[in-house]
């Protein structure tokens, strides 16, 4: 049976979550004050100011302004980007699976390392091993994506030529930029699925299992790991945000068109409607995700519904 | 509570300890040697730091440069002095860094103790707005704020110190949801205490060992993310030096110079691991059963 009000009440908190993102995403352009002032070069006449003030509706009332951008965003409309003319939703959409492949790419690739590093971490608690992986996550945690980007590409495309250095198309100029995306997170997801294995080794049931004489190979692995391994779900999709962040950056290194590569260059191309819809759009992606992850996970630890 | 079982022998278990706090000590020397670096960056440097001479660009650095370079660290592609640009770098990279922890910590912390001890709603409210800061990840934020306010350090300062609120206020939210029903703030509530003293003086020291580790942890954070805003040409301007901008500028010049890669981002990355050690060492000390 599925947990019917756990769901509700998630979609309900998401749905409040997805109101708040709109919120921002149309406070944030206004920071400035005018946000007409930005849309156009510093030369612009007065006549194209007015004009593109009373255009874009900046003339109206913030009341008159936030509803009518509440209800065009409802309906999936940003309005025009300045620089294609042309709907800034569609533009930013066609982006997404480009970038989901790199992020997905990356996340799977941080996950596959590390939960045997970080059992193994733990398993062998205070050994070399253990030092040595908790220093590698330390190291892969501190190092910029850009140089880690840089790094890979002057070894792996200038030197070696294995990989190319930048575009798309194949499954070989995936290899680079997911990798200086992955490292990141790899470091991170090591630190806490170590953290959560030595937790479960700190239970009852391990004690128990430990108790009825079972071997430690198999009370690490068939009781404590099993354990252990449902939080970390939670932990990747959480990871997710900061590796669509880290998209923005490895997109720009490694020239990969995705939705980071436009927010970036529509930002310098003054471009404020699509640099909104592609806000928008990043912030829902990593709400919408994080609610199938907690909902997946309270299918499968009822406990969770209960919390 | 941990097993005894799962612990490693004592000896190995104090010898660890003793490693992890050496890592912390160099961390924290690291760290403090760098701040004095960057406060004296005008009598350290060898070089004005924005000092162009295209006769003297791309020099090798001293180590490797034939017949004995005059550049300790090289120079780059306008002749600048590479070791002068990485000291003033740090101050920049260093001054934001701090400058946003302190403003997120206090701020994160009010906020999280309100939302806790003033009802449901407010808790509720607070918490759905935590959901929403947390879905825009942090460089987006950014480098969309930034992109509107103009890039200065004023502007990075504040939007890093405003979007990092989240993670104290929900230290302090969960401590104080603890501590409320802790004995000795029920004694402190019965011999007559008001909100705001039990706050000042029973809730909040026990929320600022966390929060200190969390900080640090987000210090190096915001190092990483200050740099990668200079590498995408929204941080800090030029000519102004800063790490992730001199690395961004030495992307065309990968192979022919590498030594204009290869020391900014080893500052940077010397710096934030030397951030992660101590935050690591802290935790280590404060918080022995790992908790947060």
């Known amino acids: 049976m599925l947990p019917w009000g756990y769901i509700g ?8 979550v997805l109101v708040g993102i709109t919120l921002v995403v149309f406070w944030v352009v206004r920071l400035s004050g005018d946000p007409v002032l930005l849309m156009l070069p ?4 007065q006549q194209d100011i007015a004009r593109l003030r009373e255009a874009l509706g900046f003339d109206q009332p913030m009341y008159v302004q936030l509803q009518r951008f ?9 309005g025009n980007s300045l620089r294609f003319q042309e709907p800034a939703l569609p533009l930013v959409l066609e982006r997404v699976p480009s970038t989901a492949l790199l992020a997905l790419t990356a996340l799977s690739i941080s996950t596959l390392v590390a939960i045997p590093l970080g059992v193994l971490s733990a398993a062998r608690r205070g050994s070399a091993w253990d030092h040595a992986a908790m220093f590698a996550a330390l190291l892969g945690q501190s190092m910029p994506i850009f140089w880690t980007g840089i790094m890979l590409i002057t070894i792996f495309s ?18 680079l930029p997911a990798a200086a995306l992955g490292v990141f997170s790899t470091g991170r997801v090591t630190r806490l699925v170590r953290g959560g294995m030595l937790e479960a080794l700190g239970q ?32 990747v999709g959480l990871e997710l945000g900061s590796t669509l962040g880290g998209a923005v950056v490895t997109e720009m290194v490694f020239a990969w068109p ?35 992850v907690d909902i997946v996970y309270a299918i499968a630890d009822p406990r969770v519904r209960y919390a | 509570m941990r097993e005894p079982a799962s612990e490693p022998a004592a000896g190995q278990r104090i010898r660890a300890l003793v490693r992890r706090n050496c890592l912390g000590v160099i961390g924290a020397g690291v760290l403090l040697a760098e701040l004095a670096a960057a406060l004296l960056a005008p009598a350290l440097a060898p070089y004005p730091p924005l000092d162009q001479d295209t006769a003297r660009r791309l020099q090798p650095p001293l180590a490797v440069a034939a017949g004995g370079g005059r550049y300790a660290l090289g120079t780059d ?28 910590v206090p701020l994160g912390v009010a906020v999280g103790l309100i939302a806790s001890y003033h009802g449901r709603l407010m808790d509720d409210v607070v918490m759905r707005v935590a959901d929403v800061q947390l879905a825009f990840p942090f460089i987006l934020l950014a480098v969309t704020v930034v992109a509107v306010l103009g890039p200065s350090v004023g502007h990075l300062i504040v939007v890093l110190g405003i979007a990092g609120w989240v993670p104290y206020a929900r230290l302090a939210r969960s401590e104080v949801l603890t501590l409320k029903r802790r ?17 000042a003086r029973h809730v909040l020291p026990n929320v600022l060992t966390p929060v200190v580790v969390v900080g640090t942890f987000a210090l190096a954070n915001t190092i990483l993310v200050e740099s990668s805003l200079s590498f995408l040409g929204l941080g800090v301007q030029p000519p102004d030096p800063t790490w992730g901008g001199m690395l961004s500028d030495s992307r065309e010049y990968v192979t022919a110079a590498w030594w204009l890669w290869v020391f900014p981002g080893g500052a940077i990355l010397t710096t934030v691991l030397a951030t992660n050690f101590v935050g690591d060492w802290l935790r280590d000390v404060l918080d022995p059963r790992g908790t947060w």
């Open chain 1, 9 to 16: 009440r998630r979609v309900a908190q998401t749905a409040l």
């Open chain 1, 42 to 45: 510093a030369d612009a006449s």
């Open chain 1, 70 to 78: 509440v209800e065009r965003v409802a309906r999936g409309d940003f």
């Open chain 1, 158 to 175: 200038v030197a070696l030529d294995i990989f190319p250095s930048s575009g798309t198309g194949t499954l070989r100029h995936l290899v």
């Open chain 1, 204 to 235: 009852d049931y391990v004690r128990t299992a430990r108790a009825k004489g079972l071997a430690e190979r198999r009370v690490v692995y068939r009781h404590a790991l099993r354990n252990s391994l449902l939080p970390v779900i939670t932990i």
């Open chain 1, 258 to 292: 995705g939705v980071g590569r436009l927010i970036v260059s529509a930002i310098f191309a003054r471009d404020y409607p699509l640099v909104q819809a592609a806000v928008f759009v990043v912030a829902t992606m990593f709400v919408l995700v994080n609610l199938v």
């Open chain 2, 77 to 104: 592609q306008l002749g600048r002095d590479v070791l002068s640009r990485i000291l003033f770098g740090a101050r920049i990279s260093l001054l934001i860094g701090f400058s946003a922890v302190a403003i997120a």
């Open chain 2, 183 to 199: 004995e000795f703030v029920e004694a402190a509530r019965a011999l007559g205490a008001g909100d705001t003293r039990i706050m």
